[in-house]
């Protein structure tokens, strides 16, 4: 199994390179040469597995051979032992069609623990194995920061600096970031948006001296071994709810476009999915994309489900990629023009291959309210406001399969918002009970990509020699 980039400019890759590698030296994103397939047969034979078991038996093809089997069986069952439920991901059933998949049984209660906890392992055994170490660096709405640097935490191989947007996260959200005590953690309060701290995590890779100096690598779903295990659980989901000989649909609260499109990884590989829905909140910027058929980026609303508050779509690249049969060049000229100019337009031949795959519903803040309140009214069930999004939206595009909406948080990581909506407190569960009561380390910094960079550099412990890690 190889990697390509999607602006194609930079080299192929193994799967061990891509990991190591976050963002393609062109600036693009990497997927697999192709997808691999599992036939009918092979997808009802996961009937009856284990979480763990599923997931090996999906993922291994995308390792390629460059991780000996039983390592990676080892890594792949550490990592969902860390989740409280014996289900890892377990469906919740709130309708008469009508699914809510859990995402929320890990350390940090959000969908990102599942591929972080095995990310950080991947990425801790290729190091050990070629005697390297990594400084990692990522960019946080919110929930990603959080798993990252509970997967990452007193790691020896690796330092992991968290960007976050200053005054733009929950406060569970932000405590979970700031109140590591490991020596490898940082925490780093970015004055702006989500997206600004993203553009400074990419503007550091695209500066190679500074990425090659300090052995750079990425947690973000710009990397690929971010993507790759949350396609486990749309198997998991569809072959519970009795794929392949039942169809099933996915509503997925999307902000950065890289959970649905483990979705659409999925349905390539053979999962018999009808339909892919892209929940939004306010910020749609991707609904009105699949609308309009023009990508053109707003200023970024602050709203109740701050995850989502996003404009710039990393993983929507990967999707273009496709949809235009994998045209590099095209590609390239796309993300010019949303780089010079804030904007793109996509063809009609193109759009029409999307629209195929997807659609998009918004949800409103007050419309978000009101779904958890009538969800928790009628169900009994505690809806965090990403999760209230998903079950919107997925209710207005209902269909006679089921409708699997993915709950990717923990209601009393929103207590607020929550609070506000029903008149219930979610409490936090009693192992993190002690959380807002953890003192905070974190680092106030402006959205200057070379103050960004001293710090990082200033605080990292990677001794380079000034080679550069091949092919990467």
Known sequence: MKYVSSRGEAPVLGFSDALL?????????????????????????????SYADIAIRVLTPFIGGEIPQAEFERMVREAYAT??????????????????????????LAFKDVAMQLLARLMDYTLAERGERATIVGATSGDTGGAAIEAFAGRDRT???????????????????????????????????????????????????????LSLSGVNSINWARIMPQVVYYFTAAVALGAPDRSVSFTVPTGNFGDIFAGYVAKRMGLPINRLVAATNDNDILHRTLQSGRYETRGVLQTTSPSMDIQVSSNFERLLFEAHKRDA????????????????????EPLSRIRAEF????????????????????????????????VKVGRDQAHEEPMVVLATAHP?????????????????????????????????????????????????????????????
């Open 21 to 49: 590698a976050g963002l393609a030296r062109d600036g693009g994103l990497y997927l697999p040469q192709e997808f691999p397939k599992l036939s009918p047969d092979e997808i009802r034979g996961l009937r009856g597995k």
């Open 83 to 108: 989740f409280r439920h014996a289900a890892v991901c377990p469906l919740a059933q709130t309708g008469a069609n009508e699914f809510v998949l859990e995402l929320f049984h890990g350390p940090t």
């Open 159 to 213: 330092d992991i600096f968290i960007l976050f947007p200053h005054g733009r996260v929950s406060p569970v959200q932000q405590r979970q970031m700031t109140s590591s005590t490991a020596a490898n953690v940082h925490a780093l309060s970015v004055e702006g948006n989500f997206d600004d701290c993203q553009a400074l995590v990419k503007g550091m890779f695209n500066d190679l001296k500074f990425r090659d100096a």
């Open 329 to 348: 060049a095209t590609v390239r000229g796309l993300m010019d023009g949303l780089k010079q100019s804030g904007g793109f337009t996509i063809g009609e």
């Open 359 to 390: 659609s998009t519903g918004r949800s409103t803040v007050a419309e978000t309210a009101h779904t958890i309140r009538c969800v928790l009214e009628t169900t009994g069930y505690l809806l965090d406001p990403h999760s209230a999004i998903g």
């Open 412 to 472: 009393a990581k929103f207590p607020d918002a929550v609070m506000e909506a029903s008149g219930v407190t979610p409490a936090l569960p009693a192992w993190l009970s002690d959380l807002m009561a953890r003192e905070e380390n974190y680092t106030v910094l402006p959205n200057d990509l070379k103050i960004v960079e001293d710090h990082i550099s200033r605080n990292s412990r990677v001794l380079s020699s000034g080679v550069v890690r091949e092919g990467v």
